[in-house]
Nanobody
Framework: VQLQASGGGLVQAGGSLRLSCAAS????????MGWFRQAPGKEREFVAV??????YYADSVKGRFTISRDNAKNTVYLHMNSLKPEDTAVYYC?????????????????WGQGTLVTVSS
């Protein structure tokens, strides 16, 4: 499975962005899809995951970010609202073969390249 993330950019605080992650290859092998982010000098951290219709979010983004999945397009989205400067990071999409909510990088089997989100104050 290959993952291609897109949609990052520069946005002012309070603004919105939508990230996309398109999957290709053996896409039936993705029981769950997630988003992680990595700020400069920090470790990669969990943002959100979707497994079938179940979603789970990091506390830092709960109520502001929404993860969704379009199975017909093999694409996962991360809708980001009320963005804050501390949301600035490279965002990565990831997939795992087995379904289930997963919040650690070690649980994921596939990774896309990152897309940079910069939120200015």
């Amino acid at each position: 499975v290959q993952l291609q993330a897109s949609g990052g950019g520069l946005v002012q605080a309070g603004g919105s962005l939508r990230l996309s992650c398109a999957a290709s290859g053996r896409t039936f092998n993705t029981g769950a899809m997630g988003w992680f982010r990595q700020a400069p000098g920090k470790e990669r951290e969990f943002v959100a995951v979707i497994s079938w219709s179940v979603t789970y979010y990091a506390d830092s983004v709960k109520g502001r970010f929404t993860i969704s999945r379009d199975n017909a397009k093999n694409t996962v989205y991360l809708h980001m609202n009320s963005l804050k400067p501390e949301d600035t990071a490279v965002y990565y999409c990831a997939g795992k073969r087995a379904p289930g909510v997963a919040r650690t990088t070690a649980e994921y089997d596939y990774w896309g390249q990152g897309t940079l989100v910069t939120v200015s104050s």
